[in-house]
């Protein structure tokens, strides 16, 4: 049973990207969630597929799980289309590139978190941000990362940039 987490935050503006998820075996918590999440509709939270275009998902099979209440089809369409595809895009980079291994595509699925802003406007930065967004949370998921030796080193100094105060 392989269970791994992943975030990253990239960008700025209405536009920034923050990723969440979770990548691991079909049959333990992560394949639960997954089933969960396709299973488990409700307004304002449209779960999807990633797809590199209809009718070609990527494998491992990932679903993004939407992070703000989709609220118009503006939105709808910026989850449904810049989004989807960044998601889709990086995943299939990271079996590419060896950060997923090619072998365990079948065993793995994902389920991801994604964040758009209700203000965002740029399709282009959308997509931008969360692809890198995605292909970061993927690293570090599939490189265990951060370690725990790196969160203790920095705990004290980190900057939480929406920290308020």
Known sequence: MQFNVGEALVGDGNEIAHIDL???????PV???????????????????????????????????????????????????????????????AVSQGVIPKDQTEDLVCVCGVFIHPGAEDDEKIYKYNYEATLESLKSAMGNKPSADDMLAKKDSAAHPFKGF
């Open 31 to 93: 394949g639960t969630a997954f089933a969960n999440a396709l299973a488990n509709q409700s307004e304002g939270h449209t779960n999807l597929l990633a797809v590199l275009e209809p009718n070609l998902a990527v494998k491992p099979s990932t679903v993004m799980v939407t992070k703000v209440t989709i609220k118009g089809m503006k939105q709808a369409v910026q989850m449904f289309g810049p989004a989807q595809a960044a998601v889709a895009q990086a995943v299939a980079d």
């Open 22 to 28: 979770m990548i691991g075996s079909k049959n333990g």
